[in-house]
Protein backbone atom coordinates (compact mmCIF):
# COMPACT_ATOMS: atom_id res chain seq x y z
CA UNK A 1 0.00 0.00 0.00
CA UNK A 2 1.01 3.37 -0.21
CA UNK A 3 -0.64 6.52 1.30
CA UNK A 4 -0.38 9.84 -0.40
CA UNK A 5 -0.69 13.04 1.58
CA UNK A 6 -0.69 16.42 -0.42
CA UNK A 7 -0.45 19.79 0.51
CA UNK A 8 -0.32 23.48 -0.86
CA UNK A 9 -3.10 24.15 -2.26
CA UNK A 10 -4.48 27.79 -2.48
CA UNK A 11 -6.33 30.55 -4.24
CA UNK A 12 -3.81 33.01 -6.40
CA UNK A 13 -4.25 35.22 -8.84
CA UNK A 14 -3.83 34.90 -12.57
CA UNK A 15 0.05 35.08 -12.79
CA UNK A 16 0.68 33.75 -10.02
CA UNK A 17 2.36 30.80 -8.56
CA UNK A 18 2.09 27.77 -5.99
CA UNK A 19 3.47 24.46 -5.23
CA UNK A 20 1.51 21.46 -4.18
CA UNK A 21 3.36 18.67 -2.46
CA UNK A 22 2.68 15.12 -1.98
CA UNK A 23 3.91 13.38 0.55
CA UNK A 24 4.54 9.32 -0.03
CA UNK A 25 4.28 6.56 2.79
CA UNK A 26 5.44 3.17 0.51
CA UNK A 27 7.37 2.33 -2.06
CA UNK A 28 6.54 4.15 -5.51
CA UNK A 29 7.69 3.09 -8.87
CA UNK A 30 6.15 6.86 -10.70
CA UNK A 31 4.20 9.34 -9.45
CA UNK A 32 2.19 11.88 -10.85
CA UNK A 33 -0.22 14.88 -10.41
CA UNK A 34 -4.03 14.80 -11.80
CA UNK A 35 -6.40 17.83 -11.13
CA UNK A 36 -10.44 17.68 -12.20
CA UNK A 37 -12.16 21.05 -12.77
CA UNK A 38 -16.14 20.55 -12.12
CA UNK A 39 -18.16 18.80 -14.40
CA UNK A 40 -14.60 18.14 -16.22
CA UNK A 41 -12.87 14.71 -16.58
CA UNK A 42 -10.12 13.97 -14.47
CA UNK A 43 -6.51 15.71 -16.22
CA UNK A 44 -3.07 14.02 -16.28
CA UNK A 45 -1.25 16.96 -15.94
CA UNK A 46 2.41 15.56 -14.87
CA UNK A 47 4.29 12.16 -14.32
CA UNK A 48 7.92 11.12 -12.82
CA UNK A 49 9.61 7.95 -12.92
CA UNK A 50 10.61 8.04 -8.81
CA UNK A 51 14.38 6.16 -10.04
CA UNK A 52 15.46 7.99 -13.52
CA UNK A 53 13.33 11.45 -12.41
CA UNK A 54 12.01 11.25 -15.68
CA UNK A 55 9.39 13.58 -16.44
CA UNK A 56 6.43 14.30 -18.69
CA UNK A 57 4.06 17.01 -18.95
CA UNK A 58 0.54 17.42 -20.45
CA UNK A 59 0.84 20.51 -23.17
CA UNK A 60 -1.13 22.23 -21.30
CA UNK A 61 0.98 22.77 -18.62
CA UNK A 62 4.00 22.39 -20.17
CA UNK A 63 6.41 25.49 -19.57
CA UNK A 64 4.71 26.59 -16.83
CA UNK A 65 4.73 23.47 -14.09
CA UNK A 66 7.23 21.60 -13.18
CA UNK A 67 7.66 18.06 -11.48
CA UNK A 68 10.05 16.97 -9.16
CA UNK A 69 10.80 14.93 -6.38
CA UNK A 70 12.84 14.61 -2.98
CA UNK A 71 13.70 10.98 -2.34
CA UNK A 72 15.11 11.11 1.12
CA UNK A 73 11.49 12.76 2.31
CA UNK A 74 10.02 11.07 -0.08
CA UNK A 75 7.76 13.85 -1.37
CA UNK A 76 6.64 14.45 -4.59
CA UNK A 77 6.15 18.67 -5.99
CA UNK A 78 4.75 20.30 -8.47
CA UNK A 79 5.62 24.19 -9.31
CA UNK A 80 3.19 25.89 -10.84
CA UNK A 81 3.99 29.42 -11.93
CA UNK A 82 1.99 31.60 -14.66
CA UNK A 83 -1.17 30.23 -13.51
CA UNK A 84 -4.34 30.66 -15.30
CA UNK A 85 -7.98 30.58 -14.64
CA UNK A 86 -8.46 27.58 -15.99
CA UNK A 87 -5.64 25.68 -14.49
CA UNK A 88 -8.65 25.94 -11.23
CA UNK A 89 -9.25 22.39 -10.24
CA UNK A 90 -8.99 19.91 -7.46
CA UNK A 91 -5.33 18.34 -7.76
CA UNK A 92 -4.09 14.95 -6.86
CA UNK A 93 -1.22 13.34 -6.34
CA UNK A 94 -1.04 9.77 -7.73
CA UNK A 95 1.13 6.55 -7.20
CA UNK A 96 2.32 3.39 -9.13
CA UNK A 97 4.35 0.63 -7.95
CA UNK A 98 4.20 -1.37 -10.86
CA UNK A 99 6.18 -0.59 -14.42
CA UNK A 100 4.01 -0.39 -17.34
CA UNK A 101 1.50 1.79 -15.76
CA UNK A 102 3.34 5.02 -15.76
CA UNK A 103 1.43 7.63 -18.29
CA UNK A 104 -1.00 10.17 -17.19
CA UNK A 105 -4.33 7.84 -17.74
CA UNK A 106 -5.92 8.21 -14.49
CA UNK A 107 -7.04 4.53 -14.67
CA UNK A 108 -3.07 3.22 -14.28
CA UNK A 109 -2.12 4.33 -10.82
CA UNK A 110 -3.74 2.46 -8.20
CA UNK A 111 -2.98 5.35 -5.35
CA UNK A 112 -4.61 8.28 -4.79
CA UNK A 113 -4.06 11.36 -2.36
CA UNK A 114 -7.24 13.37 -1.18
CA UNK A 115 -7.13 16.08 -2.88
CA UNK A 116 -6.10 19.83 -2.76
CA UNK A 117 -7.62 23.01 -4.36
CA UNK A 118 -5.99 24.85 -6.28
CA UNK A 119 -8.36 28.68 -7.39
CA UNK A 120 -6.56 31.34 -9.52
CA UNK A 121 -8.71 34.08 -9.61
CA UNK A 122 -8.53 36.69 -13.27
Known amino acids: QVQLVESGGGSVQAGGSLRLSCAAY?????MAWFRQAPGKEREGVAR????????YYADSVKGRFTISQDNAKRTLYVQMNSLKTEDTAMYYC??????????????????WGQGTQVTVSS
Open 94 to 111: AAQRVSGYCDIRPESYAF
Open 26 to 30: GYTYC
Open 48 to 55: IYTGSGST
